[in-house]
């Protein structure tokens, strides 16, 4: 309203729509304040609430389009102000896939996000003598980052990375804030993680090409005719993260970062038109769930992982598994028991305030107790009473080969190396060995070999063949006649029958490397496979040798396997 007039002045019905609008408003702020106090477990309880929140932005976002005119005149609606409700629309939309793991939501955020920057809806504020509305363009753009991050724009968040740079460079010289070494750490992590990845792919022009490894249609080795495999499906996974020195932005370290985009489809774009009709409430859902729900913990503590553990072990459906990725810092036991029991390996560690030296936990205490600050073995048994499907990323993962399957029920553990060569134990801060090849087996075995980057035309040519490589790994795992049957019930789930083959892989490399000499740099398993039909064969070696000769890398692989071994 203008100075001049009174309110008398104005129509009824323009000063309805200011009200109604001032009302939607503030309905929006209370429910999205509301959000961070729902529980971060449990797929039900939060449900009706994200539904009513969309329903009332829905609205707001309707409402402040149709009415645009009326609001700028009346009650001076600032452009940042409209950015601010898109910022929320994205957060909604970026919560809604963390909460569902529907990676179609990402598309979504993505859309609002991208159209604050379009539209210079933030522009205005470095105008504006308030430090607070300059946090809020600076928190977009970090929260559009892990967005376009999740999509793998690569080349956008490069230009994001710089924007966000000189945003920093002008918030911090205009305003004499405390806050300077926190942006600063932000641009830091940032430019680590578009960094981490070892091997750039390369087209004609020499520009980096962008390699997606979700889970794609035909990427999987599909169930032959007479195979007889579980029917198990993948329903839950906690990813968990708590590496030391590890590249992280946000909340995900780099291994949790690839192996939650293992865990997924390639996502595809929902038909809720959000740029032609203003709607935005997620009610267009895939016709089913296509990737497994997941929780994303970095660095809990003890009591948090096992409280999320057991939402997910309460709300796991029938003929359906659980999977814990566990990438940590060893904690190794201190002296030996006269019985060895599931608490006298150590494990890996849980979060707390403790010294660290060397990236490994020191003890200070009776030698004779157990670590607290630990997740042992013997702290998942209760959960095997379920279809359990473990994988540890740890320098002491060897702790969890000494299961006991109590109840009978399907149960696996893929398991790391414990000691790299120093070449590749050099590389750990950008992300660990193991997890890189369960996230692609290509990049980690270009990696191991010592390349750079690659043409984009080889890469497509060694993808092309590792193909033929996996479907023979499957028909290794299904015909062996001396296999586990846990095996076996999990290959029925494509993310599992994935991740099952790509460790084969790792496990079959890693001993044809002459690098890796030592037994504890090959991984490991509980229940062992057999490894004349898997990680030893022949024909896999075979393989491995035809693969090394396609990127010219044959000499750094044993060409006689079984004489040296």
Not at 188 to 195: D, K, N
Not at 320 to 332: D, E, H, I, Q, R
Not at 413 to 426: G, H, I, N
Request: glycine letters at 4%; charged letters at 20%.
């Amino acid at each position: 309203m203008t100075g001049a007039e009174t309110e008398d002045d104005i129509p009824l019905s323009e000063r309805k729509t200011v009200t109604d609008f001032c009302y939607l408003l503030d309905k929006s702020k209370q429910l999205f304040n509301g959000l961070r106090d729902l529980p971060q477990y449990g797929h039900k309880q939060w449900q009706s609430y994200f539904g009513r929140t969309f329903d009332v932005y829905t609205k707001l976002w309707k409402f402040q389009q149709q009415h645009r005119q009326v609001l700028d005149s009346r009650y001076g609606l600032k452009r940042w102000q409209i950015g601010e409700v898109a910022s929320k629309i994205g957060q909604l939309y970026y919560h809604y896939y963390l909460r569902t793991s529907e990676t179609s939501y990402l598309n979504e955020a993505f859309s609002f996000y991208s159209a604050i920057r379009q539209r210079s809806y933030y522009f205005q504020v470095n105008k504006e003598d308030r430090p607070e509305l300059v946090v809020k363009k600076l928190r977009y753009y970090a929260r559009y980052i892990v967005v376009c991050l999740l999509l793998n724009k690569m080349d956008l968040v490069k230009v994001l990375v710089k924007e966000l740079s000189e945003e920093i460079e002008d918030y911090t010289q205009r305003f004499n804030t405390e806050d300077q070494l926190e942006w600063n750490l932000v641009l830091q992590e940032v430019a680590a993680f578009v960094e981490a990845d070892p091997v750039v792919v390369l087209n004609d022009n020499n520009s980096v090409v962008v390699t997606s490894n979700r889970l794609q249609e035909g990427s999987v080795p599909p169930l032959e005719q007479g195979m007889v495999v579980g029917q198990l499906v993948l329903a839950d996974a906690l990813i968990i993260g708590n590496c030391n020195n590890q590249v992280k932005f946000s909340e995900l370290t780099i291994d949790m970062f690839r192996m939650l985009q293992a865990l997924e489809r390639e996502p595809v774009n929902l038909a809720t038109q959000t740029s032609k009709q203003g709607t935005i409430e997620p009610n267009e859902k895939p016709a089913k769930r296509e990737n497994p729900h997941k929780y994303l913990l970095y660095k809990p503590t003890f009591s948090q992982l096992f409280t999320f553990l057991s939402a997910s072990f309460k709300e796991l459906p029938a003929n359906s598994v659980l999977l814990v990725y566990l990438s940590a810092t060893g904690v190794f036991p201190t002296g030996h028991s006269d019985y060895e029991g599931l608490y006298d390996f150590g494990g890996v560690l849980t979060n707390t305030n403790r010294d660290v030296v060397n990236g490994e936990t020191v003890q200070k205490k009776n030698q004779a107790q157990k670590e607290m600050h630990c997740l042992h073995p013997g702290d998942l048994l209760p959960f095997t009473r379920k279809p359990l499907f473990v994988v540890v990323d740890s320098s002491n993962s060897t702790a969890y080969k000494n299961f006991t399957n109590l109840f009978g029920q399907p149960l696996v553990c893929l398991l790391s190396p414990t000691v790299y060569p120093k070449s590749v134990q050099d590389q750990s801060q950008r992300g660990s060995l193991f997890t890189l090849f369960l996230y692609s087996p290509l990049l980690a075995f270009s990696s191991v070999c010592g390349l750079n980057s690659l043409r984009q035309g080889l890469w497509d040519r060694a993808q092309e063949f590792l193909r033929k490589v996996y479907h023979d790994i499957g028909q290794m795992i299904t015909r062996s006649r001396t296999i586990d049957q846990a095996f076996l019930q999990f290959y029925g789930d494509e993310f599992l029958r994935l991740l099952l083959i790509r460790f084969v892989f790792c496990s079959a490399v890693l001993r044809l490397h002459k690098l890796f000499r030592e037994s504890q740099s090959f991984p490991e398993s509980y229940p062992e496979l057999p490894k004349q039909d898997t990680v030893e064969s022949n024909l896999l070696q075979k393989h491995i040798l035809e693969l090394a000769s396609i990127l010219d890398v044959q000499s750094l692989f044993w060409d006689d396997s079984l004489e040296a071994y």
